[in-house]
């Protein structure tokens, strides 16, 4: 599957949502921690990095990198804020009955985008840990930068339209870092984030080379239902021995 949704098929909205700050970091619900764009980006840019140790010697003409880390991978969009009525808000009520369009300012939108990307929470004493997702496209970290730009207003000064320029830095936790980077083995435990199109008995098979462990998966992470697992949430696939007897 590519990376984001294709051109065809049904409209889906980028989400951003609160995570909780514990394990399993798994996405709340409510208008209070989750906000849906208004139009969906142009475009999403993704960096990766790794930093290397290049000292070399006087007098020679090359180094061996010696690897020191790789920094989180981070991303940069692009979002729209607008408040013409042009464009309908699909989460406010009324906005799509009859042809009528529920308008929202842009100063509100921006508030209410801020309250969950950018407010500093006195609970955590951090910004708030959050998961995009558009599609297939899945990202958990922190709003790193925000940039607003206001491109059009009414005579009087208020604005009617804006954009929110966002980088997110990708934020995971120690005990799942540790999990991660730990070799691939089915006695070790492992960490997976649902995504779309993926199913219970095929990740047991890429971890356990067994998909029938299913079940014990779903035992250990306790979920009430193996056909609806919600994208975002953390499954935990403990070592093999753990299952079977």
């Known amino acids: 599957m590519d990376l984001f949704t294709?051109?065809?098929?049904?409209?889906?909205?980028?989400?951003i949502n609160v995570c909780e700050t514990t394990e399993p970091f798994n996405p709340r619900q409510g208008e209070d921690y989750e906000f849906q764009v208004l139009v969906n980006p142009e475009q999403i840019k993704q960096k990766f990095s790794t930093v290397f140790d290049d000292d070399q010697p006087d007098g020679?003409?090359?180094?061996?990198?010696?690897?020191?880390?790789?920094?989180?991978?981070?991303?940069?969009?692009?979002?729209?804020?607008?408040?013409?009525?042009?464009?309908?808000n699909d989460l406010l009520p009324g906005s799509n009955l009859l042809g009528t369009k529920q308008v929202e300012s842009v100063d509100a939108q921006i508030e209410r985008f801020k309250a969950i990307v950018f407010k500093y929470n006195g609970d955590t004493h951090a910004p708030n840990?959050?998961?995009v997702q558009w599609g297939s496209f899945l990202f958990r970290g922190k709003l790193k930068d925000?940039?607003?730009t206001y491109t059009l207003f009414k005579p009087d000064g208020t604005?009617?339209?804006?954009?929110?320029?966002?980088?997110?830095?990708?934020?995971?936790?120690?005990s799942l870092r540790a999990a991660q980077e730990r070799s691939e083995s089915p006695d070790l435990t492992h960490i997976r984030i649902q995504k779309e199109e993926e199913t219970l008995p095929l990740m047991a098979h890429r971890i356990y080379k067994d998909p029938g462990y299913y079940c014990e998966v779903a035992q250990a992470n306790k979920l009430k239902?193996?056909?609806?697992?919600?994208?975002?949430?953390?499954?935990?696939?403990?070592?093999i021995e753990k299952n079977k007897g």
């Open 6 to 15: 294709g051109l065809e098929g049904q409209l889906t909205k980028m989400k």
């Open 60 to 88: 020679t003409t090359g180094a061996e990198l010696r690897f020191r880390v790789q920094k989180p991978q981070s991303f940069e969009t692009e979002l729209v804020f607008d408040g013409t009525g042009v464009i309908a």
């Open 225 to 239: 239902s193996l056909r609806r697992i919600p994208v975002g949430t953390t499954l935990y696939f403990p070592p």
């Open 146 to 148: 925000l940039t607003l």
């Open 159 to 174: 604005p009617l339209r804006a954009k929110a320029k966002c980088v997110f830095v990708a934020s995971i936790a120690d």
């Open 129 to 131: 840990l959050l998961q």
